[in-house]
Structures are given as C-alpha cells and as structure tokens.
Nanobody, 124 residues
C-alpha cells in the first residue's frame, strides 16, 4: 500500500508564489518516477511536471516551464512543486502521482498511485 498526501496550495494572488508538498509513505513505495498533474473544472487532467526518482531528471509542461520547479527529497520520500509567478489559468486541483514503472512519463494512466488532490486558486 502506498499513500500520497498533498499539502500546500490555497488562495493566492496572481504573480505570487506557493509550494506544494507530497509526502509518500507505505512499505511498497518504490516509485521510479513522480509527478504533479492538475485538473481544472470541465477539463481533463493534465501533466504539469515530472521527475525521475533516481537521478532527478525533470520535464515540464510548456505552460509552466520557467515558472514551476519540481524537486524531491529521497531521504524523506517527499515531492515538491515550487510555483512562481502564478496566473489565474493555473487555478486547478493539483494531484501528486507516483509510477512504479515509468521514470518520466507525462501520461496519467502510467501512474499507479495518486494523492487526494489540493486546490490552488489564483485570483487577480
């Protein structure tokens, strides 16, 4: 059993920064890759940023490149998403995900474990 618990987010103003945290636990946690996905009302879930657990290679969606930074602390089994220069279009529920097989897949169906999601709302 693997548990992913997100924290952070909330209501922020456009141009501000915030950080999301995802704590992973469970005796079977052995992710090869982890990522952040988001889903806005009426839209499909989309990938935001992903990272290989070994090596820390990263990949970003074009919409967040140069504004968001994904990182991980493998000693704490914790994933982070630093979000800077937030825009109203970043408003969504953000999900943390872990893949047992894939290191850098932007495809949500390749992820085996998901957090419950955390709301990020960016106001003007």
């Amino acid at each position: 059993q693997v548990q992913l618990v997100e924290s952070g987010g909330g209501l922020v103003q456009a141009g501000a920064s915030t950080r999301l945290t995802c704590a992973a636990s469970g005796p079977r946690f052995r992710a090869r890759g982890m990522g952040w996905f988001r889903q806005a009302p009426g839209l499909e879930r989309q990938f935001v940023a992903i990272i290989s657990w070994i090596g820390g290679n990263t990949y970003y969606a074009d919409s967040v490149k140069d504004r968001f930074t994904i990182s991980r602390d493998d000693t704490k089994n914790t994933l982070y998403l630093q979000m800077d220069d937030l825009k109203p279009e970043d408003t969504a529920v953000y999900y943390c995900a872990a893949s047992d097989q894939f290191t850098l897949s932007p495809i949500s169906k390749n992820y085996d474990h998901w957090g419950q999601g955390t709301q990020v709302t960016v106001s003007l």
